[in-house]
């Protein structure tokens, strides 16, 4: 009797180490598949979010020394800083991007993940809260 235990218990292990292997295989596949993909998608959105806080910038270039934050350059001029900012909201960080302008006043700012209540804290994103900056 304790060896059809014992032999039960192992053909179990094989089987949830044989479906471990085979899902860690499917899943590095799929990842080295569309890994590229995302990470162009992800670029595209952040070029497009800049753009839409300072939409007369030709081209944003990275500072040195800063992570996520550009310069937007209009004609070969600085114009604006593209400030990552993650203020601590009520569900979590609230991830933006902050556009100041080179006198350091704030020209806009777009939410990029917030785990905020829908309806209530989520509004710091629209239109009346975030026309007064």
Excluded at 3 to 11: A, L, Q, R, T
Excluded at 38 to 66: C, H, R, T, W
Excluded at 80 to 94: E, H, L, S
């Amino acid at each position: 009797m304790a060896d059809k235990n014992e032999s039960g218990i192992f053909k179990v292990a094989m089987n949830l180490i044989l479906t471990c292997l085979v899902s860690g295989c499917i899943i590095g596949v799929v990842y080295a598949a569309t890994g590229k993909i995302a990470y162009e998608k992800a670029e595209q959105m952040k070029q497009d979010s800049m753009k839409s806080l300072v939409p007369q910038a030709e081209k944003f270039d990275p500072v040195p020394g800063e992570k996520d934050t550009f310069v937007a350059e209009q004609g070969g001029k600085k114009v604006a800083y593209i400030i990552p900012t993650a203020p601590k909201g009520y569900g979590g960080a609230i991830k933006m991007l902050t556009a100041v302008s080179m006198d350091g006043t704030v020209m806009d700012y777009t939410v990029l993940e917030a785990n905020e209540t829908p309806g209530l804290g989520d509004r710091g994103a629209k239109s009346p809260f975030k026309d007064q900056f």
